[in-house]
């Protein structure tokens, strides 16, 4: 073991999911290790069995830097004396399968080495997150002390010892860990079938049904092939971009209409598929589409929920209840109160989701960001989200358009948008979000977009299970007539700011107004309270979902 003296960085605070930053500066001596070493040190006090005991699980979405990492973390974790690591084969695991891994395991957690929808390269993006024994992303307690632990941190420990293979399953010594080498693919499809009726899935399929999956160039190619077309019987080529590069092809692997562009072209052609469905850089994002329809990540979870009890083996108990990120649609909590169970609303990140699902409280949970899960496991899961899709499918008959438009006949529509303002300077954003947090007070019963002002706050979150308090999570204003205006500033981007402003109205109207019409309103009523123009000196949005 030797033990490497060092100093701090001062800037390894996880954001929203895990710490994010430019390739170079993970790149930079001693920056993973530092990063790495306090994590161990933060959860050491955690383990009552003893490191020597205990066992980690490590794995990423194969982007530039991935392996490298991977190894710099094994030696690591020997010098540190974790008894075992396992480790996805040539370190690919999606962040879902992490998470069933760490479950079904015993593991006491993992890291997950991914920038998820971010590019990937030299130049582009990577990131570190830990997950903890729940499967679940570390919640902030944890991601505090990691920090604190990162600004005080003198040393690191390692052992010397050449790069290992890591291409073929099984175990190998690394000083006196046990390094298993696992199939990335086995625990992630057993957990899925626990769900699902392949069976009914493999029959829908054989019907003639077609579907397209883009994974992007990113980590769920494998996952998607081997359950939609070796185990469903979907038929060879549904996958597309099945491949696991290091730059994603170049691309942003970031489920959405403008960067799945490729399976959007597909899904509107004369001959287009049935069904159509994207996932991101690690696996934890998904995009729904159908023939010329796209399905909002907010109406995609409402109609799981509404759907999952008779579609979906895994829930025919019914549901415990729902729960969605505060910017998130409210199309969900209508279903919840249909079926009679509480919707929780939490702050943006899928972290605050774990403590619910561990108390029995939710079962379905999403975010507005294409992120939809259950407590299957203790992340978002892309894949699993379009298994959702296909059962509902499989069982109703209908087609997508038809799924959604029979949903809003019954609950009514969220009309909903997210605008993103992009590579803005993080001084000007910083002072514009303050801005109007400081206005918020003044702007109760004021007229905008279209209705009054019933309240206006900064979304603060008292955790029901552990009463841990987060604050400042999101400036929302409410209006009289249930539509909302939300805007954050973004915790995952690794350069400059991102503004996300995020505008919700609720018509019973049978979802077929133009989407542009009803939200105009409340975007332009955004867009003033912020003064954009003022202090970014546009109004056009880089990106809207
Ligand atoms: C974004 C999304 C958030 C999501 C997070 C991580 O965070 O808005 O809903 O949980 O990304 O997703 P932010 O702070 O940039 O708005 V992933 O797929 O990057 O792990
Ligand atoms: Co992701």
Request: proline share 4%; charged share 25%; glycine share 10%.
């Amino acid at each position: 073991m030797i033990t490497v003296p060092t100093t701090p960085f001062n800037d390894q605070k996880p954001g929203t999911s895990g710490l994010r930053k430019k390739t170079r500066v993970f790149m930079q001596p001693h920056y993973v290790e530092n990063f790495v070493q306090s994590v161990f040190d933060s959860v050491r006090e955690d383990s009552e069995k003893g490191f020597e005991n205990e066992t980690l699980v490590v794995g990423g979405d194969g982007r530039y830097y991935n392996r490298a990492a991977t190894q710099t973390i094994l030696r690591m974790a020997a010098a540190n004396g974790i008894g075992r690591v396992l480790v996805g084969r040539d370190c690919l695991l999606s962040t879902p399968a992490v998470s069933a891994v760490i479950r079904r395991r015993g593991a006491m957690g993992g890291l997950v080495l991914s920038a998820s929808h971010n590019p990937g390269g030299i130049d582009a993006d990577f990131g570190i997150k830990y997950n903890v024994r729940n499967g679940g992303p570390a919640p902030e307690g944890i991601t505090g002390r990691i920090y604190e632990s990162s600004l005080k941190i003198t040393r690191y420990l390692t052992i010397e010892h050449d790069d290992l293979d890591l291409s073929i399953e099984g175990s190998q010594q690394l000083g006196n860990t046990e390094i298993v080498v696992i199939d990335s693919l086995v625990d992630y499809t057993a957990v899925c079938e626990e769900l699902f009726d392949f069976k009914v899935l493999a029959e829908l399929f054989k019907s003639g049904f077609r579907m397209q999956f883009d994974a992007m160039s990113a980590v769920t190619g494998p996952y998607a092939r081997h359950i939609l077309e070796e185990r469903l019987g979907a038929a060879p080529g549904t996958v597309i971009n099945g491949e696991p590069l290091e730059d994603f092809g170049g691309h942003h692997p970031d489920p959405n209409l403008v960067h799945a562009a490729e399976l959007v072209a597909h899904l509107n052609a004369t001959d287009a598929p049935d069904f159509g469905a994207a996932c991101d850089g690690d696996g934890d994002r998904n995009l729904i589409i159908g023939r010329n329809f796209f399905v909002t990540p907010g109406d995609s979870l409402a109609v799981i929920a509404e759907h999952a009890q008779k579609c979906i083996p895994g829930y025919a108990k019914g549901l415990a209840g729902a729960a969605r990120s505060m910017p998130t649609s409210t199309a969900v909590d209508r279903v919840a109160k249909e079926l009679g169970v509480a919707c929780f609303e939490t702050p943006t990140g899928w972290k605050f989701f774990g403590n619910l699902m561990d108390a029995g409280l939710c079962t379905i949970c999403g975010e507005e960001s294409f992120g939809t899960g259950s407590n299957h496991v203790r992340e978002k899961d892309g894949v699993w989200a379009v298994l959702c899709w296909l059962s509902i499918l499989a069982v109703t008959r209908k087609s997508v358009s038809e799924v959604v438009h029979d949903h809003w006949k019954r609950f009514g529509r969220s009309y909903y948008q997210r605008h993103d303002y992009e590579h803005l300077e993080l001084a000007a954003a910083t002072q514009m979000f303050e801005a109007l947090r400081g206005k918020l007070s003044t702007l109760n019963g004021m007229s905008l977009g279209g209705s009054e002002v019933d309240k206006a706050d900064d979304f603060s979150y008292t955790d029901p299970v552990d009463s841990s308090v987060s604050v400042h999570q999101g400036l929302r204003i409410l209006l009289q007539d249930g539509s909302r205006i939300v805007c954050r500033l973004s915790g995952t981007g690794t350069e400059g700011a991102t503004l996300r402003l995020y505008v919700e109205r609720y018509l019973n109207d049978g979802g077929d107004s133009d989407i542009d019409e009803v939200l105009t309103p409340l975007v332009t009523a955004g867009r003033e309270l912020l003064d954009l123009k003022r202090w970014i000196g546009r109004e056009e949005p880089t990106i809207v979902t």
